[in-house]
């Protein structure tokens, strides 16, 4: 048996510059050449790759994600990432004869009775279909997502040792399974592929010489495809597979994060200005005070259900956006929170995607969206109003 899989070359790309278990990619073409091989990629291939990275499993209930429009087997050779779909992105996806557009938020949200060019969302839907391209959206499950929307926040504001703020993801498993395979480094590096964690063998004295017994936790979603694979490689004693519940939290789904500077941290007033300017924006709305940031949460997007997370956790502020007004009064002294704004908090991750995906994908081109899609504006006057 050949052990020398496509999983080995998926690892190298997945265990760079990551904290905590990689994530899967998609199985290559054998070529190492670029160009040539833009028909072997199809829509289904970067969707595999997105949903092993973000399971629509993890979804909030209300959301609407995975492939929303488009051919599955459409062949791809160059994709969009953006934060919204709207018509300017999609006329950007035409002139660069993209494919696939890629999106944070979905397009379609609620069930529509009717596609019409006669408004936009009809206008951008019909555009789309009759241009065949295709539309992959990724919301809160990559909100939830280990390396997701937060942690890009939390990387460009500079934290390090980053964890979720919040783990309430209860969809750990506990495998156990049988080999009589001598190579175990194989299936360890399967367990490690599907981001199984405590995996561990040994042998039992008495029993059939060479046998191996192998435990880990997995997450729920990927046992089918671990199993799928281990007897794909012949790695796996009929009837030996067995799957249980465990009552813990996921390690690699949650929401938020929580991460530090390092020694003593930095002041308010430094911290607030690297927020401007990590994010590039003029100004933020906060609330509270602390004179030294070191222990920081965030939450990309609306997060400010997370604040008594935040809170219990420790920190010395908290950034996230779409906070209401009631929401900025803070009962702690030295608490710090942010509202540096939806779209500033969550576009970073574009690129992130963007990034990932040119890595995965080395055959394709993969694009930035260069369309302002933030439907709000701010105007910063000079004018000093004495009656607030």
């Given at each position: 048996?050949?052990?020398?899989?496509?999983?080995?070359?998926?690892?190298?790309?997945?265990?760079?510059?990551?904290?905590?278990?990689?994530?899967?990619?998609?199985?290559?073409?054998?070529?190492?050449?670029?160009?040539?091989?833009?028909?072997?990629?199809?829509?289904?291939?970067?969707?595999?790759?997105?949903?092993?990275?973000?399971?629509?499993?993890?979804?909030?209930?209300?959301?609407?994600?995975?492939?929303?429009?488009?051919?599955?087997?459409?062949p791809v050779s160059r994709?969009?990432?953006?934060?919204?779909?709207?018509?300017?992105?999609?006329?950007?996806?035409?002139?660069?004869?993209?494919?696939?557009?890629?999106?944070?938020?979905?397009?379609?949200?609620?069930?529509?009775?009717?596609?019409?060019?006669?408004?936009?969302?009809?206008?951008?839907?019909?555009?789309?279909?009759?241009?065949?391209?295709?539309?992959?959206?990724?919301?809160?499950?990559?909100?939830?997502?280990?390396?997701?929307?937060?942690?890009?926040?939390?990387?460009?504001?500079?934290?390090?040792?980053?964890?979720?703020?919040?783990?309430?993801?209860?969809?750990?498993?506990?495998?156990?399974?049988?080999?009589?395979?001598?190579?175990?480094?194989?299936?360890?590096?399967?367990?490690?592929?599907?981001?199984?964690?405590?995996?561990?063998?040994?042998?039992?004295?008495?029993?059939?010489?060479?046998?191996?017994?192998?435990?880990?936790?997995?997450?729920?979603?990927?046992?089918?495809?671990?199993?799928?694979?281990?007897?794909?490689?012949?790695?796996?004693?009929?009837?030996?597979?067995?799957?249980?519940?465990?009552?813990?939290?996921?390690?690699?789904?949650?929401?938020?994060?929580?991460?530090?500077?390092?020694?003593?941290?930095?002041?308010?007033?430094?911290?607030?200005?690297?927020?401007?300017?990590?994010?590039?924006?003029?100004?933020?709305?906060?609330?509270?005070?602390?004179?030294?940031?070191?222990?920081?949460?965030?939450?990309?997007?609306?997060g400010v259900f997370l604040?008594?997370?935040?809170?219990?956790?420790?920190?010395?502020?908290?950034?996230?956006?779409?906070?209401?007004?009631?929401?900025?009064?803070?009962?702690?002294?030295?608490?710090?929170?942010?509202?540096?704004?939806?779209?500033?908090?969550?576009?970073?991750?574009?690129?992130?995607?963007?990034?990932?995906?040119?890595?995965?994908?080395?055959?394709?081109?993969?694009?930035a969206t260069e369309s302002?899609?933030?439907?709000?504006?701010?105007?910063?006057?000079?004018?000093?109003?004495?009656?607030?």
């Open positions: 048996m050949n052990c020398d899989t496509d999983y080995d070359k998926r690892a190298k790309h997945l265990h760079k510059g990551k904290r905590g278990p990689p994530k899967p990619s998609w199985e290559k073409p054998t070529s190492k050449s670029r160009r040539p091989h833009h028909l072997n990629t199809q829509v289904r291939h970067i969707t595999n790759f997105m949903h092993q990275w973000a399971p629509p499993g993890i979804k909030m209930s209300y959301d609407n994600v995975g492939l929303i429009l488009g051919d599955p087997s459409a994709i969009l990432v953006c934060l919204d779909v709207t018509e300017d992105v999609v006329d950007e996806a035409l002139e660069k004869k993209c494919e696939l557009i890629v999106s944070h938020h979905p397009l379609i949200f609620k069930e529509i009775s009717s596609i019409n060019p006669v408004d936009e969302q009809g206008r951008i839907i019909y555009k789309m279909i009759r241009n065949n391209i295709a539309l992959l959206s990724v919301h809160t499950n990559l909100d939830a997502a280990l390396d997701g929307v937060s942690f890009v926040l939390a990387n460009n504001l500079g934290l390090d040792d980053l964890q979720f703020l919040e783990k309430n993801y209860n969809i750990s498993r506990k495998i156990s399974l049988t080999t009589d395979v001598d190579d175990s480094e194989a299936v360890l590096k399967l367990l490690n592929y599907y981001s199984a964690e405590e995996a561990h063998f040994w042998e039992v004295d008495g029993r059939k010489e060479g046998q191996k017994f192998f435990e880990a936790i997995i997450d729920q979603h990927n046992v089918a495809q671990l199993r799928a694979a281990l007897e794909k490689e012949e790695l796996l004693k009929r009837g030996s597979f067995q799957e249980m519940e465990v009552n813990t939290p996921t390690n690699n789904f949650g929401m938020g994060v929580i991460g530090y500077y390092p020694d003593s941290g930095i002041a308010m007033d430094e911290f607030l200005h690297l927020v401007c300017r990590a994010l590039d924006v003029p100004s933020v709305r906060f609330s509270g005070s602390s004179e030294r940031i070191r222990k920081v949460a965030v939450c990309g997007g609306a604040k008594k997370a935040a809170v219990k956790a420790g920190a010395d502020a908290f950034v996230t956006a779409d906070i209401k007004y009631h929401d900025y009064f803070t009962e702690n002294k030295d608490f710090l929170l942010v509202d540096a704004g939806h779209y500033e908090s969550e576009f970073p991750v574009v690129e992130a995607v963007r990034k990932e995906l040119a890595e995965a994908f080395e055959q394709l081109e993969v694009d302002v899609t933030n439907p709000m504006r701010i105007y910063v006057t000079d004018f000093e109003n004495k009656n607030i």
